[in-house]
């Protein structure tokens, strides 16, 4: 599966620090739970590549 195939998989997403001063992102897809533990720097990076991709989205909405 790539980014631009559809899906009808349903999942939650959870986004907030741990105890241990690293953000996490939990994805909850019923059967399956992916936490994905980052730096604060990996974060922000992250955060930047999502902005990015919704600047490009809105371009391609027209």
């Known amino acids: 599966m790539g980014i631009n ?3 009808n998989i349903e999942a939650s997403l959870q986004i907030g620090p741990t105890d241990l001063g690293q953000v996490r992102l939990f994805v909850d ?11 604060p720097e990996e974060a922000e990076e ?10 490009a989205a809105r371009a391609v909405q027209g």
């Not at 992250?46 to 600047?55: Q, R």
Request: charged share 30%; glycine share 4%.
């Open 5 to 7: 195939d559809d899906s």
């Open 29 to 39: 897809a019923g059967q399956f739970e992916v936490p994905m533990d980052f730096t």
């Open 46 to 55: 992250i955060a930047e590549d999502i902005l990015a991709a919704a600047k």
